[in-house]
């Protein structure tokens, strides 16, 4: 990668690419570093930016063909073996010859013996049999229900889930795939079982729909229900059948959500020219059931998958109190245990009742890294089931561990006040804000500031300053990282804090005033205006650039007047390009923003690109342009950077149609109004 990048990679690009984390690609750079020093490379390493290897074209190819050189033959692991083979009896619908297992495996007939005694005792909790005939081949039989909750298990068992996003993102790499382990290519074969074409149609129909309905799944539950739709069409293609429990669909279809259900069916129907069986309408069902949105407090139609607040709230509070009395830690002075718990158990609880799959992809590192701290949970969870009358299984266990072992760490170590400075107010400071929450239990944003409006701001609030740009703050320490917080801004704010004097620190509290009725309005009216304000000057265009600096020039045309206007602008975006781009690798976009003075109002624009440029290795297709005033209400900065997260988490610019994006603008304006109020 290193060599045919033409410019810096960070560990966490390579990371991502590699399904690696981070820190594993800085252990394995050290033996990087070696190799390309013995071998007479230069090596450079650009903090906040990444590393390369410095030379022209004919010093890369030279790398290149050294690698080539050194590729040794792949020795597979038995799991990778029969995952392999075990994809190919899923696949096949005729008994499949133990040569040919021999033959793509290059091991013997006794190992592929081996290999089919140990998938037969794993299918065999699924009610599947592995049958062997001489001179047939090897095949399996079992009902279909089974064998596809066998395949979603795998599914979620070899973290396919991420392969899966990947595709929703476009972001497969088909280059070198004869350079892969057998593992990758097992993970292809998985996911060839369901044709990427399918998946894709799959995520438009959901994506659609959750937006029509309101249906509002989080992450785990949209992949979920998109996986096994489409695992459904290419089952329903293969013409296998679909059944589920005659008394388990009646007492299903009695739910509102069965009619929800059956629109949706109706969609994939449309789109894919199947048809669906009512017993498959019975298991999306059973889908939108375990989404949170149906957790409506208001409705009395819900019958025994009602749960109060109060009842929630209690079990996590007596479930809290049981492991302090075994801990001898007080963690309810931790305010953030009871509420984080109650919110993960209300859903957690609603699938166990309907006897739903809880997965925990990290339950297996959890009970190594935490066994004391599981078996704790473990002990505790008697209190769910006693109160709901539910077997709590090991992978939700896994997740309430994550939540008090959250909260302990909390109580042991000091907590920290941040304030998140950008350049400008608009830009990512809500983003980085939550990254670092995320990555820093032990921290606490306190505000968000401009770099603007850094010098009226009382900085005695804070303990140190996280910044994207570097500012004149001598009375307080201050780190500066990269807006994405890469892996080295990571270490830098721990350093920060091992620098920081505990014994001396104050208690620094912010004093919070209760706002006047007046101060309410004003500020609700300053959310009206901003809202207005960008709806009234959102702008759609297609555009044709040569380059970066082609599609600067023809963007600051849209917005300036007159040549002097252009060349102020143009600084302005300019400058704050050189503190660094922001590009999104997962949708293709670069936001280019900046507060000036040659715009009165916000200013949001979407630039669609007819031609696609190369930046950093990224092909960028879409531009997103935010422009504030320099003097503004602090009520329009904000409603700019919830946008910025919005384009972020890829909330605007997913689609290429130009009237669903700007439905998709309403939508996130409307939520952001709703809730304000």
């Not at 074209?57 to 029969?82: A, D, F, G, H, W």
């Not at 729909?209 to 539950?221: A, I, Y």
């Not at 957690?348 to 739903?356: D, Y």
């Not at 994207?468 to 270490?491: Q, S, Y």
């Amino acid at each position: 990668m290193l060599a045919e990048s033409r410019g810096p990679l960070t560990t966490s690009y390579i990371g991502n690419k590699l399904n690696v984390s981070s820190r594993t690609v800085k252990r394995q750079m050290v033996e990087v570093e070696d190799y390309l020093k013995k071998h007479g490379f230069k090596f450079l390493v650009k903090p906040g930016y990444g590393m390369e290897i410095q030379g022209d074209l004919s010093e890369k190819n030279r790398l290149k063909q050294l690698i080539k050189e050194e590729e040794v033959e792949k020795r597979y692991t038995p799991e990778e073996r029969q995952l392999f083979i075990l994809i190919e009896l899923l696949k096949s619908k005729e008994p499949i010859k133990m040569y040919k297992f021999k033959s793509d495996l290059n091991v013997t007939e006794g190992t592929i013996s081996l290999d089919l005694d140990k998938i037969e005792a794993s299918i065999s909790k699924y009610k599947i049999d592995l049958i062997r005939k001489p001179g047939l081949g090897v095949y399996i039989e079992g009902d279909e229900s089974e064998i596809r909750k066998l395949i979603i298990d795998m599914i979620y068992e070899n973290d396919f889930q991420k392969q899966v996003l990947e595709i929703l993102g476009e972001a497969i790499q088909n280059k070198d795939r004869n350079t892969k382990s057998i593992r990758l290519s097992a993970q292809d074969k998985l996911l060839n079982m369901i044709d990427k074409d399918t998946i894709k149609e799959i995520e438009r129909i959901v994506a659609e729909f959750e937006n029509e309905k309101r249906l509002e799944l989080n992450d785990s539950q949209y992949v979920g229900l998109v996986i096994h739709l489409a695992l459904v069409v290419e089952r329903i293609k293969n013409g296998d059948n679909i059944c589920m429990d005659k008394s388990y669909l009646k007492e299903t279809k009695k739910k509102e959500e069965f009619n929800i259900a059956k629109e949706l069916a109706s969609q994939v129907e449309k789109s894919l020219g199947i048809e669906l069986p009512e017993d498959e309408v019975g298991y999306i069902t059973i889908h939108l059931l375990g989404s949170r949105k149906y957790f409506d407090y208001e409705s009395k139609d819900l019958n025994d998958f009602f749960i109060d607040n109060y009842r929630i709230i209690k079990t996590a509070k007596a479930l809290i109190q049981y492991v302090e009395s075994k801990s001898n830690i007080n963690l309810l002075q931790d305010d953030k245990i009871l509420i984080n718990l109650a919110i993960h158990l209300e859903p957690a609880i609603k699938r166990m009742l309907m006897g739903m799959d809880i997965r925990n992809p990290l339950l297996d590192e959890i009970i190594r890294n935490y066994p004391q701290l599981f078996n704790l949970t473990k002990k505790a969870s008697f209190i769910i089931e006693e109160e709901f009358n539910v077997k709590v299984p090991d992978a939700e266990v896994g997740y309430i561990a994550l939540h008090i072992g959250g909260a302990l760490e909390r109580v042991n170590n000091p907590i920290y006040k941040v304030i998140v400075i950008c350049p400008s107010g608009i830009g990512v400071s809500r983003l980085l804000s939550t990254k670092i929450s995320n990555e820093f239990l032990n921290i606490e944003v306190v505000d968000r500031v401009s770099a603007f409006d850094l010098e009226k701001f009382d900085l005695s609030s804070c303990d140190f300053i996280i910044t994207t740009v570097p500012i004149n703050a001598n009375d307080i320490p201050w780190v500066l990282v990269n807006p994405l917080l890469l892996e080295e801004d990571i270490e830098n704010i721990k350093a920060t804090m091992a620098r920081l004097p505990l014994e001396d620190m104050e208690i620094k509290d912010i004093e919070i005033k209760e706002e006047s009725l007046r101060k309410r309005l004003e500020k609700n009216i300053n959310y009206s205006k901003a809202i207005i304000q960008i709806l009234d000057n959102y702008s759609y265009h297609e555009l044709a650039a040569e380059g970066y600096e082609d599609l600067i020039d023809l963007v600051v045309k849209s917005y300036s007047r007159g040549k002097l206007g252009f060349t102020r602008l143009k600084k302005d975006i300019v400058d704050r390009e050189k503190l660094g781009q922001i590009i999104l690798e997962e949708s293709g976009t670069i936001i280019l923003h900046c507060r000036t003075s040659e715009v009165e109002k916000l200013q949001l624009g979407i630039f669609k690109l007819l031609n696609p440029l190369v930046l950093k290795d990224i092909e960028i297709k879409t531009a997103v342009i935010l422009l504030a005033p320099k003097k503004i209400e602090a009520e329009y900065l904000e409603i700019m950077s919830y946008l910025t997260q919005s384009i972020f988490k890829g909330e605007l610019t997913t689609s290429s149609d130009k009237d669903e994006m700007e439905r998709n603008l309403n939508r996130i304006l409307e939520n952001f109004y709703k809730n304000i109020k």
